[in-house]
């Protein structure tokens, strides 16, 4: 069991520049979570899977930003158009169902 | 809207010290709540694990009290150590859903 690994660890890009970030689960878990943490703040959610199924959203996840998890193992969160805004830690997690959560080390984005 | 608050914001004690966090919630029809530890710049470490049945939880020098009913849990660390040094977090899962609202974490100082 090699927990959740997330991809990249750190992202410098400039403002109105798509980004993609990877997540991959613990291999036997069915739910993956992505939260947003920002200085000084608990995370924030932005959206979970269950298997392949995108089943809820937070108002925090605007247009600019979706999520994927096609066969259910890896996710893919991809923000369009980035914004000084968007810089934050970006954390994904996963879950046996409404078990424990397990987080990865995040994704650091930096918005120039 | 669930809230969930720790007091204090940041704690510094001597190393050998035994300790305790305080976390509250609004809502009581919580399904579990979690205590996780996170490093500078890192993800989160899931500590502690409290099903809403249950009233506390150990694991070595960590003990976690849940009481529902009045939306409070105590994180209780026995012989602090300077490695004990990071921001812990609680967070709630609610019965309706399954995404973790989060604290704003307390910042722990343990001096050698």
Request: include cysteine.
């Amino acid at each position: 069991d090699t927990g959740v690994s997330q991809d990249p660890r750190h992202k410098i890009t400039k403002r109105g520049q798509n980004v993609t970030f990877r997540c991959d689960p613990i291999s036997e878990h069915n739910r993956l979570y992505w939260y947003r943490q920002t200085l000084g703040q608990g995370p924030e959610f932005l959206t979970y899977f269950q298997n392949e199924a995108q089943l809820e959203k937070s108002r925090l996840l605007s247009d600019r930003f979706s999520a994927e998890r096609p066969k259910g193992s890896f996710s893919t969160l991809e923000i369009q158009r980035t914004e000084q805004g968007d810089s934050a830690m970006y954390l994904c997690a996963s879950s046996q169902s409404r078990d424990e959560q397990f987080f990865g080390p995040g994704t650091r984005l930096t918005v120039l | 809207k669930q809230e969930v608050t720790q007091i204090p914001a940041a704690l510094s004690v001597p190393e050998g010290e035994n300790l305790v966090l305080n976390c509250s919630f609004t809502d009581s029809a919580i399904y579990n709540l979690q205590w996780f530890r996170q490093d500078p710049g890192k993800g989160l470490t899931s500590l502690l694990l409290i099903q809403s049945s249950q009233r506390e939880q150990t694991s070595g020098r960590l003990n976690a009290s849940l009481d529902k009913s009045s939306g409070r849990s105590t994180l209780y660390i026995a012989a602090s150590q300077p490695g004990d040094s990071a921001t812990y977090l609680c967070a709630v899962v609610e019965t309706s859903g399954s995404r973790l609202t989060f604290g704003e974490g307390t910042q722990l100082t343990v001096n050698p």
